[in-house]
Structures are given as C-alpha cells and as structure tokens.
C-alpha cells in the first residue's frame, strides 16, 4: 500500500507585535533582540508623546537601518521638544549616516527647528554650526535668509561661513548684497570665500 503523504497547511504567520500595545509595553519592545519587533513598536509610539525620550535613546543606540528610518519618522510625527532636542543630539554624533538622517528629519519640521535655529546657529561647535546651515537649505522658513546674513557677518569660522555663501547664492536677495561685500573683505585672504561672495553676488545682483 503506498505511502500517503499528510498535507500541511502553510504555517500561520504570527503578529510580530508580541508585547501588550499599550505605551508602557510598546516602550519596552524598542528594546526586542528582533529588528521587525522594534520596527512594529517605532510605528505604534507615533502616537505617544511620552515616548519621545524612548525613541531618542533607542535612536543613539540603533544599529538596524530599517529600524532607525522608522524611529526618525516617528519622531518627526511626534515633533514635539523632547523629539527635536534629540534630533539635535544626533548632529553631535561620530556617526555620519546618522547626522545626516537626523537633518532630513529636521528640515520636515520648519516651525519646531525655526524655534531653535538661532541658538544652534551660534552653537560652539563649529560642525553643529555648518549641519544647521545645510538644514536651512530645505527648511522652507521665511527667516533662512536673515539667519544666513547674520552666520556671514558675525561667525568667525571660514567653513561655516563659506557654508551659509553656498546657501545665499541660491535664497539670497539684494539684502544680502552689503553684508556679502562685508564678508569679502573680512576673509579678504581666503580664495574660496572671495569666490563664493563673487558667485552669490552675481546670482543676486542679475537675478
């Protein structure tokens, strides 16, 4: 008599959200060995301002790119203090994929960043300074022109300045044309701001 082989339905897939849903049990899965577990709990906390600490710190820790693009997201969802001030926090980073994540999720939230441009903009490190000006470039904020004025008239660090150039030549108006003259001779020995102010002057002057 020949062998019959029992059939077996296909396995049921199993709902990766295995912690209770609540803030307190999604919270605690951030911290699941399983990538689509912590990638589940991001997606849920995008309505849990409390959990903007939580997400932050999961974020600074998060080797996973899947996991760290939902993160992001979710605390642009949430732009609230605490999300900005941590997006903040990942511009000082020694992680470049994550500074430069961190600033496409700031320039989405033009309001809340325009808040803390100013203090950013005089931040003491300089490379704090350059990221918030390459934020401005997509911030779609009445200001970014007035902020770029006032990086080339008063910053004393040639790469920020020669920065907020690059960014006037494509925003700038005739209220830029002065302090740009200013800057010239300020930097009167630095050939890239000398060519940078002279590109941004023309751009202005025939636009």
Same mark, same amino acid.
């Given at each position: 008599m020949p062998l019959i082989?029992? &059939?077996k339905s296909d396995p049921v897939p199993q709902d990766e959200r295995k912690l209770p849903r609540d803030d307190v049990g999604l919270v605690r899965e951030l911290e699941h060995t399983d990538p689509l577990a912590r990638r589940w709990a991001a997606r849920d906390l995008a309505t849990c301002p409390e959990a903007a600490a939580a997400l932050v710190s999961r974020l600074q820790r998060e080797n996973d790119a899947s996991v760290r693009e939902?993160? &992001?997201?979710t605390l642009t969802c949430l732009g609230n203090g605490v999300a900005v001030a941590g997006l903040v926090q990942c511009l000082r980073s020694g992680d470049a994929a994550l500074r430069n994540e961190a600033i496409e999720a700031m320039k989405q939230l033009p309001e809340e960043v325009g808040a803390i441009v100013r203090g950013l903009l005089v931040d003491a490190d300089a490379d704090v300074r350059i990221l918030t000006v390459n934020i401005l470039e997509s911030l779609r904020h009445p200001d970014v022109e007035a902020w770029l004025i006032e990086v080339i008239k008063h910053d004393q660090e040639v790469n920020?300045? @020669?920065t @907020?150039?690059?960014l006037l030549a494509e925003v700038g108006s005739p209220a830029a044309l002065e302090? &740009?003259?200013q800057l010239k001779m300020r930097f009167a020995e630095e050939p890239y701001i000398q060519f940078a102010a002279d590109l941004a002057l023309k751009r202005i002057s025939e636009g």
């Open positions: 082989k029992t &059939l939902i993160i &992001l997201s920020v300045c @020669a @907020a150039v690059d302090p &740009l003259q």
